[in-house]
């Protein structure tokens, strides 16, 4: 079945430097991934759906210039939060859809969890 | 805004009960889907069912979805103690181009 690989699954940064987070679809092409953020005890919410070649789309409150979304493959995005600070520390998943799959359901990477000290 | 909310928020049974969870939603969707989470982890997909679908059943799950109340639920049955975990209900909306909104979750424990 489909699968989807996000890294690091964990990681830890000093306030004030940019962690990269890398989303891949490793057996389908995805022209469309989202990005969610999880608090402890909390549903995802949705941050940015990021577009291949095109600029990600970003939802209301998300600073684009804080996480920076890339989308350069069809199998290949990256979140990567810029001068993170304390409060950015989260959950973050992505996700994926299966396009040659009508009404599949979403695909999700197992997250990785960002600790900013 | 969240687009459906959950309840109960948690929810601790014996094993070999039955689980049942509920899921409200707000606007027109074209389906819901049911995912779990394991703690610290991804989401795994459970089941899908359309809106004009009015039950499905995969293995030990059971999903209703009554779309004049926009609600759903999540029936396991039988639990396991492997069966915690937190469970959520997505919605996708026809003008959203299915991409889903998520649900506050429930957080079940089947104690052994």
């Known amino acids: 079945g489909a699968v989807v690989s996000q890294h690091p699954s964990r990681v830890i940064c000093k306030s004030g430097t940019s962690v990269k987070i890398e989303c891949r679809s490793l057996?389908?092409?995805?022209?469309?991934m989202f990005w969610y953020r999880q608090f402890p005890k909390q549903s995802l919410m949705l941050m940015a759906t990021?577009?291949?070649?095109?600029?990600?789309?970003?939802e209301q409150g998300v600073e684009k210039d804080k996480f920076l979304i890339n989308h350069a493959s069809l199998t290949l995005s990256t979140l990567t939060v810029t001068s993170a600070h304390p409060e950015d520390s989260s959950f973050y998943i992505c996700?994926?859809?299966?396009?040659?799959?009508?009404?599949?359901?979403?695909?999700f990477g197992n997250g990785t969890r960002l600790t900013v000290t | 805004s969240q687009q459906g909310e959950e309840d109960p928020q948690a929810l601790s049974i014996q094993e070999g009960e039955n689980a049942t969870m509920n899921c409200s939603y707000k606007t027109s969707i074209n389906n819901l889907q049911w995912y779990r989470q394991n703690s610290g982890r991804g989401l795994v997909h459970l089941i899908l069912?359309?809106?004009?679908?009015r039950e499905k059943h995969s293995g030990r799950l059971r999903v209703t979805l009554d779309t004049s109340k926009k609600s759903s639920s999540l029936l396991i049955t039988a639990s396991r103690a492997a069966d915690t975990a937190s469970y959520f209900c997505a919605t996708a909306t026809n003008n959203a181009g299915n991409m889903l909104t998520f649900g506050g979750g429930t957080r079940l424990m089947v104690k052994p």
């Open positions: 069912i359309r809106s004009n679908e």
């Open positions: 996700s994926a859809r299966d396009p040659g799959q009508h009404n599949s359901p979403l695909h």
């Open positions: 990021s577009n291949e070649g095109s600029k990600a789309t970003y």
């Open positions: 057996d389908f092409q995805a022209t469309t």
